[in-house]
């Protein structure tokens, strides 16, 4: 007789019971969250990335005569692509702070709730079930569940590490020589890949690829037919060096198959109006993903508001995004310092909200089994902060923090570290034990790698 004692098809358990990496201590946080006045033992969370810096700004602007106003026509169904109207003040904004080669076409433009609702439809879309993708890693965690959830994509990993081979300058370098090794093993397993994933400005590592890398990775993908997805949702929160966006490439090697992603949550830290756009050339892959997006589609009101928001350039460049800028490198400053105090190197960044720490001479043992004990330590502690398994780091030890809150909340962050690690701040780095969980370690540790020395060099603040 057939079972009948669970309401959910077996994809549907899947679904449900998908917590990820970080899904226990999340719930942790979100059941004690750390307030300074009503809940002050609260769990912190530095794991997060939201920008919790600029809400007088927005406010400031968003609350201005006229911004609210609602068009009858918004209380009507609208265009699953997203507004004409919005669409096309998307295209000049991108026009402009991408910087890119031409005027770009409103009609090449989707509007979803949310990058992640873009990049799950465009997976499901591009990739038939049980295709994958190549994407390097360390990766934003949620490229994989949004892909396999919702269209069974499952990714292929270009292993990054902290060694660095002969040519490279600094660690977690990506290189189309490990793309290619990715691919030929691949084949060789036979996963048929269909696409490439780019996440650039890069989560969690804060690195910025260079154009001449970006135009590498696009012939590498033209040569093997692959379909491009890059994700610039980072594209303004960028504070060393130049960002290149795909959009300013004087050529794209197969412009059908380059796919771009920007949203509002990051760089105009704005989470929770849930808007994510998608610029693709391809006039089959917008038919098809028009037909998901009345699934993931945008409020009428939200996104005439944000029309009004993105038109006002002067406001843009003369206040948000340098008071932005500001902040952020006022709050990443004292992060930075405060991990050196306990002697924990991290990897020099250039955009994002958050930076790459390393916690490997905490570890009882060089492994993700360890990594997992002093991250849930590190929550008893009341600090939440990102394993490096959460993005499928190869290397144990690694941490994402976030450092786009407010000074108090860093500056407590930091001391709970400091409890939670058991170090004073100014120890050398040799005098840090090689554990610190009070008890002896049944094993020997392993050692860590000679090249780990490299970042003290190389890239650390």
Not at 164 to 189: C, I, N, R, W, Y
């Amino acid at each position: 007789m057939e079972n009948k004692s669970s309401l959910l098809s077996s994809r549907g358990a899947r679904i449900a019971g998908y917590e990820g990496i970080l899904g226990k201590g999340f719930d942790m946080y979100v059941r004690d969250p750390y307030e300074q006045d009503t809940n002050p033992q609260g769990i912190l969370n530095l794991g997060t990335s939201e920008n919790k810096l600029c809400y007088d700004i927005i406010h400031e602007r968003l609350t201005r005569p006229g911004m609210n106003s609602l068009d009858p026509h918004l209380l009507q169904y609208s265009d699953v692509q997203g507004l004409q109207s919005f669409r096309e003040e998307i295209a000049k904004f991108l026009t402009e702070y991408a910087r890119a080669q031409n005027p770009l076409d409103p009609e090449h433009i989707v509007v979803m709730n949310g990058c992640c609702s873009v990049l799950a439809s465009l997976t499901a879309v591009l990739c038939d079930s049980e295709d994958a993708y190549l994407i390097p890693t360390p990766y934003y965690g949620s490229v994989y569940p949004d892909s396999w959830l919702y269209g069974k994509v499952r990714p292929v990993h270009v292993q990054l590490d902290s060694k660095m081979s002969d040519g490279e300058s600094h660690p977690f370098m990506l290189t189309v020589k490990k793309l290619e090794d990715a691919m030929t093993e691949a084949t060789k397993q036979g996963i048929r890949v269909r696409a490439l994933i780019l996440i650039n400005p890069h989560n969690p590592l804060g690195d910025i690829y260079p154009a001449h890398l970006l135009k590498e990775c696009l012939d590498f993908a033209h040569r093997y037919g692959l379909h491009v997805i890059i994700d610039e949702i980072y594209m303004l929160s960028v504070y060393d060096g130049t960002f290149a966006s795909v959009h300013s490439l004087d050529r794209l090697p197969d412009p059908e198959r380059t796919h771009i992603i920007w949203g509002f949550s990051k760089d105009f830290a704005m989470c929770g109006f849930r808007v994510g756009t998608v610029y693709t050339q391809s006039q089959e892959v917008r038919k098809a993903l028009n037909q998901l997006a009345c699934f993931h589609g945008c409020a009428g009101p939200v996104q005439q508001l944000l029309s009004r928001l993105i038109w006002d350039q002067e406001w843009i460049n003369n206040t948000f995004l340098p008071a932005n800028r500001r902040r952020l490198l006022k709050s990443r400053s004292i992060l930075v310092n405060g991990l050196q105090k306990l002697n924990i190197p991290v990897l020099k960044g250039f955009a994002g909200l958050f930076v790459w720490a390393d916690f490997r001479k905490f570890l009882k043992t060089q492994t993700f089994e360890a990594e997992m004990d002093l991250w849930w330590r590190l929550i008893h502690e009341k600090v939440y902060i990102s394993p490096g398994q959460a993005f499928y780091c190869s290397e144990p030890g690694w941490f994402r923090l976030v450092f786009s809150d407010t000074v108090n909340k860093i500056q407590l962050g930091i001391e709970r570290l400091q409890q939670a690690l058991g170090v004073l701040a100014g120890f050398d780095s040799e005098d840090i034990p090689t554990h610190v969980s009070g008890e002896e370690s049944t094993s020997e540790p392993e050692m860590i790698d000679s090249d780990a020395t490299q970042l003290k060099k190389i890239v650390v603040y």
